[in-house]
Each structure stands twice: as structure tokens, then as C-alpha cells.
């Protein structure tokens, strides 16, 4: 196509800028405002000269801010981006009152009639362009010399301002981590490309300066500035280099324009997606033949290298994108983007890590006349055997390629657990993968039997076991933990100074006791707990693998965390109060060291839990104070980060130790404010993650307390029992999940426990309440022959004793002896687990009860056999 005639009007103008420019007083600061105001006209040309007098080409002019600026129809609010071809500004279109973004070509880019086409042909290829990720344009024109068109204003910022600020609050998946946030921009942006593509348009600049992303979300592909229809050559008929060195491909370098398809464009957001990732771009240098070189001859640095916490699967991809021959990368940008959402949905990707004899051709290509030179030396000096090494070395480089890529699949499934504590519905999705990953772990340990690859497999059990707690699987969990133990310890038997096979151990033993506290073994939870926590201690971190180096301290705080927990019952309260205060010093001590927003959320978390332990020691004040600090912190958090599900459970937790907090302090109204939050936290929970049992059991717990703290009103008795029966239904749904759940199954039983307490202060028939009373004591007696500890004694005694009690006075005198013989043998029981407390007042009072119901049956006995005789 013939280059556009040039324009006279332009240079004339021009030597009335240059004359204007010279003859002005470059002294005095005030002189360069009132020259722009004289000279509007100019004011185009006028403006980089001025600022390059000041030595800040870049820096903005001081004018008067009531002064208006128009472009045509156009008035100029502000400057919002600034290249080499082309100034945008916010402003506003005057007939239609439209907010929009106004591109103008600077006047002494117009003097190119090849610059002044290149925008015509930007604005004319977006503007054939109808999708929701493509900035639409809305007008082109041309206004005293001045070239321009106008386009969507998107508010918010691009995606380099977000590359460069951490702190950037992304919207893009509300409540999401911000890897998944940054791989679903890239992923929208892969589908703006291929709809371009679809429709014979090429960008060819695809970089973070180009996409933006709005408050509201939404992300948007701009300047297609370098665009060019797929079917034809660009203007420019040499092979001269368009584009951004830092995301050029590397046919765009060599300037093959028939090369040049839709795949340069996969490679370029490639790029993108590594500098998300990586916090660095994959191609760096000082020079831009540097960076060229390294496009076109250096693999970039691996992903996992820079960032091990990120799952294989998507640095497989990352990589895929970046491949050198076009062949190798994805076909489309809606394969790639295609491929991200697979990764998102955590479905098995399409993309694959390259093999042996892939690395060995890249090696090749990267070095040929060195590898050609070796080879041929060894084939002169070695001959025939050099086959068979060379076949055994391919297997054994095949083997350690396996146990990598396997190593990733556990990253990756790891990489799924964290997500599921804040994406709903994806419990059961980590449990398949997890599950899938154990069996390929067996297999390949029946291949290769070598410890590595033994500890490996037994570390997947820890997450499949794990997996199948959160579902409420507890026996299952149990299995899988105490297979773990056992392989574990053969390794650590193996090699008793291996540091990573006692760490292994150590978490086993830690999976093994949370399982057996679910299962009502808390003595052999105990037990468990106190060898982890041993071994996390003797553990030499120096000794370990580089990928777990860093964790035992982790490890060790969340041991503690759990004899903290297992120990909150009324007799050991001080115990536990020691294990949290331990879990929170070796917290504080990891946050001083990395002070990261999870780490801040795990000392939190654990806060609370030490708060809820100092309430039930009557410490009100002190709990006040901790559990306010944590409520701050977790919303503060919450402002500015994700708070996933724990976090959220962290809150409602909080919430429910402040209430009775409140309640201590004579203020019944807050505390009832704060347990209906409570419960409703948790709620959306359940409704969120509706395989995981805890949130299940959580939200009927807390409407348990809920209950019992708005019955204490007689006037509000009926609410009470609504409450409860809600608790009882959210309940009954978990049993049907989790039948086996002793959770449920204790929860259940509390809350009968207490609907009956409830129906006691009614006017309902006295064979009513003790009816309560008898459903209550039968589910406790269940419940007691699965757990026996003195807590479910000392329930099932009152139970009974009430049962008793209203037995009694319905005239069902031989049911409530027998009630009250179940009573007190139930409550000496408790008393031998736990001698002393409260136990031998309440046998006082039963053994009266006892004494009253056999002195009436000895009486009515008397009484019959007189009338009989």
C-alpha cells in the first residue's frame, strides 16, 4: 500500500511552533503556562519541547486547573498513559456527555503520514472487534491537524501497575488467591485473542501496559496499535522489528512476516503469564540485543525454580506458551486459555512437560556444535557399548523425569487443599485427585523401590487421610493414617539419622491423633500428639529435603494447636491454655521472621482459640482484649486479601467466645447479637462447602449455645425451641452425609439434652418432659458406648436424672427408679475417670432422688398390701 501524501499544513505548523518555542523565556516558570494559553493552537507541539527544556520530557505541565482543553468534540480531563506513538487521556465527549479514553497522536508523530495511518488502522481493527474483553472504540477523527479516536474508558489501572504493586486489590474473582485471579485475566485475555484471531486481526503487542483491569472486574485488551490483518502483510514491507523487545517472539525478532501467525501472540501472553507468576520477566537484559538473544536462544529460567509453592500443572503450561518453534506452543490463544480454565476446574490438563528426547533436542539446538563434537569423540572411543549406556542412561533419565513430574502432582494436589478451604465445592474434587495421586505413587513405587520415592508416596497418604477427615470419613482416615505410621517408620528404621523420613514421621503421628480424637480414642490421641510434637523438636532442619525445610516450626505450632484443643474440657482448662499460649510464642516467632498476611492469619486464629480457653477461665478481660485485636486483624486482612474459609470460621469462632464475654458482663442482648453472627458465618459455610462436616457441626454447635442463652428468658422459651430444632435438622443432614460421625452423633445428643431443658420450663404434661429427657439420655447411651470419657458420663447422668425426675411425677414411679439407678451409676463412672469436682454433689442429690422414689414405692407397697388384707 503507497505511504499517504505528506501534508504542508503540518510543517508550517511545526516552524510556528519552533519559532514560537525560541522565542519565549525559558527563565521564568510562569512564562511556559502563559505561552501554551496564547498558543492553544500549538499547544500540541509546544508541549514536548517545553517539558525537554525542563530535563523531564515526561513531567506533566503546571497550568491552571480551571483552564479546558478541547480536541474537537472532545474536552480533556486528564492524561492517563503516555507511549511513544500516542498520548491517552480521560475525557469527556461534549454532545453525549460520555466519559470515554481519548487516543491522540502527539503533532510531530503526525508529521509521519506511516504513524498517522498506523492509528487510523489500530482504530479501525478494534473497531470490527465485538467482545467483552476488547476495549470497544466508539469514534475516529481529525481536528486541527490533530489525529485521534475515543474508546471505552475503563476505571481501574493495567496490568503492569498491578505487576508492580502487590498491595493491588484484584476483583477479577471475588474471594479468590491472586495466582487464581492472575490466571483467569490471562485465560480472558487468551479468549479476547482468539475471537481477534477468529475474525483475521493479529496484535502483536500483547503486553501488561495493554490490558486493563477495571474495579468492577472486568478485564479488557487495548492497542492494537502493531495490529495487522492475519490474511496480509503489514504497511511496512521491510523485516524491521515492531513490537516490545520484553514480549516479542521469537519470529517477530527475526522478522519472518510469513512465520508470523496467531501463535505470536500465544507466546507474547505466555510472557505475561511468567512475569505474573514469577514476579520477573523470563527474557531480560541491558541491551536490546540481549534480550533478543535470550528470546531466541535461552529456555527462560524454570518456573518451579523461582517459585516452588506454584502447582506443576500450571508451570507446564506457563512453559507450553513459551516454546521456541511456534509447532511446540499452543495451536490457538483458545487452546491456551482453554487449558487455564482446566487448571482452574482442576481437570487434567492437555498441555505436557517436554520428555527426554525433547530436552535433549532443545540441548542440541542450544549447543550443536559441542553435543555433535562429543558424541562423536565417544562413538570413535566407545563403539558398540556406548548403546547399551545409552539406553540405560535414557531410562534412568526417564525415571528421575517420572519422580519430578509425580512430585509436581503432589504440589498440585496440595495446591488444591489450599484452594478448597475457600473455593465452594471443591472438597470432593481434592480427594479425588489426591486419591488418584496415592494409587500412581503405589504403582511407581512397586517400579522403583528407593526410599525417596517410598516417603513420597507415604506423604500423599497424609492428604488423602486429611481429605477424608474433612469429609466426615473417619475410619477411612484412620486407615490411610495408620499405613502412613507404619511405612514411616520402616523408613525412619532404614535410616535412623534421614531427617526428612523423621519429619514424615512426625506428621503422620499428628494426622494419626486428629483421626483417633474423631473417633473417641483421646487417650491414644495423646499419645500421638506427644511423639509429634517430640520428634518436630529433634528435627534438624538442615538435614531435610530444601522443600521442607522451612516447615517443622509450622509443624510444631500446629501440634500444640491440637493439645490445646483436645485438652479444652473442664478438668484440664490450664493445660490447654499452656499448649495455645506455646502455639502462639512459635507463631509470633515465624511471622517476626516472614511477616506474610497468612502468617498473621494463622497467630490470629490460634489468639482465638487461646481467648475461648481464657473465657472459660473467667480471664473476661484478657479474652476481651485478645479477641478484639483478632477480629481487627482478620478484617483488616479481609480488606485487602482473600479470607477463605478458615479465616471465615476464625470469625465466627471470635464472635462466639466475645458473646459470653458479654454474658459475663450483664449484657445478654450483645452476647445473643453475637452468637446469631456466629451462626450465621458459619451457615454460609455449610451452604458453601457442603462435603465439609465441620462446617456442619460448627453451625449446629453454635445454635446449641445459642439456644440455651435465649431460653434463659421464660419469655422467649418458644424462640429457644425453634433454634434448637434448627440445630437438630442441620444435624440430621450431616448424620446422613457422615453416619458414623461421633460429632454429629455427640451434638445431636447435647441438643436433645437441651430441647428437653427447654420443654421442662413449658406448661407441657410432665410425661412430655421426661419423654424429652428419655430420647435425650438413649442417643448419650449410644454415644457413651463409642466415647467414654467423664463428659458423656456426666451428660447421660443428667439426662437421666431429669428423666427421673419426671418420671416420677407423671406416677411412672418403676421407669424412674430404674432412670435413677442409670443416673447415679453414670455419674460414679464420671467421677472415677475424674475424681473431685462437682461429681459427688450431684450423686448427693440423686442418691435423695433415689431414696425419695424407693421411700414412695415402699409406701404405696405398704398401702396396697393393707387394702388387700
Avoid at 166 to 183: H, K, S
Avoid at 297 to 326: F, G, M, S, Y
Avoid at 556 to 585: D, N
Amino acid at each position: 500500500m503507497p505511504a499517504p501524501p505528506e501534508d504542508p499544513r503540518r510543517f508550517a505548523r511545526l516552524t510556528d511552533a519552533i519559532a514560537t518555542f525560541l522565542a519565549h523565556d525559558g527563565t521564568d516558570p510562569a512564562a511556559a503556562t502563559r505561552l501554551l494559553r496564547e498558543n492553544e493552537r500549538l499547544r500540541d507541539l509546544l508541549e514536548p519541547m517545553l517539558r525537554a527544556e525542563d530535563g523531564d520530557p515526561g513531567a506533566p505541565l503546571e497550568e491552571d486547573e480551571t483552564a479546558e482543553r478541547y480536541v474537537g468534540d472532545f474536552r480533556l480531563l486528564r492524561e492517563i498513559g503516555r507511549g511513544g506513538m500516542g498520548v491517552v487521556y480521560e475525557a469527556v465527549h461534549v454532545p453525549l456527555g460520555r466519559r470515554v479514553a481519548l487516543k491522540v497522536l502527539p503533532a510531530h508523530v503526525t508529521l509521519s503520514p506511516l504513524q498517522v495511518e498506523r492509528l487510523r488502522r489500530e482504530a479501525a481493527a478494534a473497531a470490527r472487534l465485538r467482545h467483552h474483553a476488547i476495549v470497544p472504540i466508539y469514534d475516529v477523527g481529525e481536528s486541527d491537524g490533530t489525529h485521534y479516536f475515543s474508546m471505552e474508558f475503563v476505571d481501574g489501572a493495567n496490568l503492569a501497575t498491578v505487576i508492580a504493586d502487590p498491595e493491588f486489590r484484584l476483583n477479577v474473582i471475588p474471594g479468590a488467591d491472586r495466582t487464581t485471579q492472575y490466571v483467569e485475566i490471562v485465560a480472558r485475555i487468551g479468549d479476547a485473542l482468539h475471537y481477534a484471531h477468529d475474525n483475521g486481526v493479529l496484535h502483536r503487542d500483547v503486553k501488561p501496559h495493554n490490558i486493563l483491569i477495571g474495579e468492577d472486574g472486568s478485564v479488557r485488551l487495548v492497542d492494537f496499535g502493531l495490529a495487522r490483518d492475519s490474511d496480509r502483510h503489514s504497511l511496512s514491507q521491510s523485516d524491521q522489528f515492531s513490537g516490545t523487545p520484553y514480549y516479542a517472539s521469537p519470529e517477530q525478532i527475526r522478522g519472518k512476516r510469513e512465520a508470523i501467525d496467531s501463535r505470536t501472540d500465544v507466546f507474547s501472553l505466555g510472557v505475561v503469564l511468567y512475569e505474573l507468576l514469577a514476579r520477573g520477566r523470563p527474557f531480560d537484559g541491558e541491551t536490546t540485543q540481549e534480550i533478543f538473544d535470550g528470546i531466541r536462544d535461552r529456555d527462560p529460567p524454570a518456573l518451579r525454580r523461582i517459585a516452588r509453592r506454584l502447582p506443576n500443572d500450571l508451570c507446564v503450561i506457563c512453559h507450553k506458551a513459551l516454546e521456541k518453534n511456534p509447532e511446540d506452543r499452543y495451536r490457538t490463544a483458545g487452546e491456551f486459555a482453554a487449558d487455564l480454565r482446566r487448571f482452574l476446574r482442576y481437570e487434567p490438563i492437555h498441555a505436557h512437560p517436554p520428555g527426554v528426547l525433547t530436552r535433549i533436542r532443545k540441548a542440541v539446538r542450544r549447543n550443536r556444535l559441542g553435543v555433535i563434537a562429543t558424541t562423536s569423540a565417544a562413538l570413535l572411543v566407545i563403539g558398540g557399548p556406548l548403546v547399551l549406556w545409552r539406553n540405560a542412561e535414557l531410562l534412568h533419565q526417564q525415571q528421575r523425569q517420572h519422580n519430578t513430574e509425580m512430585r509436581g502432582l503432589l504440589s498440585d494436589a496440595m495446591r488444591t487443599l489450599d484452594v478448597s478451604q475457600f473455593r465452594p465445592g471443591s472438597e470432593t474434587d481434592f480427594l479425588r485427585r489426591v486419591a488418584e495421586l496415592s494409587r500412581r505413587y503405589d504403582r511407581m513405587a512397586q517400579i522403583d523401590a528407593s526410599p525417596s520415592i517410598r516417603c513420597d508416596a507415604a506423604n500423599v497418604l497424609v492428604q488423602l487421610a486429611l481429605a477424608n477427615l474433612t469429609i466426615g470419613n473417619n475410619d477411612k482416615a484412620a486407615e490411610t493414617y495408620e499405613e502412613g505410621v507404619r511405612r514411616m517408620r520402616t523408613l525412619v528404621a532404614s535410616e535412623p539419622a534421614n531427617q526428612t523420613f523423621r519429619y514424615g514421621l512426625a506428621r503422620q503421628l499428628h494426622g494419626r491423633s486428629l483421626a483417633r480424637v474423631r473417633l473417641g480414642d483421646r487417650e491414644g490421641s495423646l499419645q500421638d500428639l506427644h511423639a509429634a510434637i517430640e520428634g518436630f523438636e529433634q528435627i534438624d532442619p538442615e538435614g531435610l529435603r530444601p522443600e521442607y525445610r522451612g516447615l517443622p516450626p509450622h509443624a510444631l505450632a500446629r501440634c500444640y494447636r491440637s493439645l490445646g484443643a483436645l485438652h479444652v474440657r473442664p478438668a484440664t482448662l490450664e493445660q490447654s491454655r499452656q499448649a495455645f499460649a506455646k502455639s502462639v510464642q512459635l507463631l509470633a516467632e515465624i511471622e517476626d521472621r516472614e511477616p506474610t498476611d497468612p502468617h498473621r492469619l494463622d497467630t490470629a486464629l490460634v489468639r482465638i482459640d487461646l481467648a475461648g480457653v481464657l473465657v472459660r477461665l473467667g480471664k473476661h478481660v484478657e479474652a476481651k482484649r485478645i479477641l478484639l485485636s483478632a477480629i481487627e486483624q482478620i478484617e483488616e486482612l479481609r480488606s485487602r486479601t482473600t479470607v477463605h474459609s478458615i479465616a471465615r470460621h476464625g470469625l465466627a469462632a471470635a464472635k462466639n467466645h466475645l458473646a459470653y464475654v458479654m454474658l459475663g458482663n450483664g449484657n445478654p442482648e450483645a452476647g445473643i447479637e453475637l452468637l446469631r453472627e456466629s451462626a450465621g458465618i458459619h451457615a454460609c459455610l455449610a451452604d458453601d462447602f457442603p462435603k465439609t462436616l465441620a462446617h456442619a457441626t460448627n453451625h449446629a454447635g453454635v445454635l446449641r449455645s445459642l439456644a440455651e442463652v435465649v431460653g434463659r428468658d421464660p419469655e422467649r422459651i418458644e424462640d429457644a425451641l425453634q433454634i434448637a430444632d434448627r440445630g437438630l435438622r442441620v444435624l440430621k443432614a450431616a448424620t446422613k452425609q457422615s453416619p458414623s460421625s461421633l460429632e454429629c452423633q455427640r451434638l445431636t445428643a447435647r441438643l436433645l439434652l437441651e430441647r428437653a431443658s427447654l420443654i421442662r420450663r413449658t406448661r407441657a404434661p410432665d410425661s412430655q418432659k421426661a419423654r424429652g429427657f428419655r430420647e435425650a439420655a438413649e442417643h448419650l447411651a449410644q454415644l457413651v458406648s463409642r466415647q467414654r470419657d467423664e463428659l458423656t458420663y456426666g451428660w447421660l447422668g443428667t439426662a437421666l436424672h431429669c428423666e427421673a425426675y419426671w418420671e416420677q411425677r407423671a406416677g411412672q414411679a418403676t421407669a424412674a427408679l430404674k432412670s435413677i439407678r442409670n443416673a447415679v451409676a453414670a455419674v460414679e463412672q464420671a467421677a472415677r475417670i475424674h475424681p473431685g469436682g462437682t461429681y459427688e454433689a450431684r450423686l448427693a442429690n440423686m442418691r435423695a432422688l433415689l431414696a425419695r422414689i424407693q421411700g414412695a414405692q415402699t409406701d404405696r407397697g405398704v398401702a396396697l398390701r393393707k387394702k388387700v388384707k
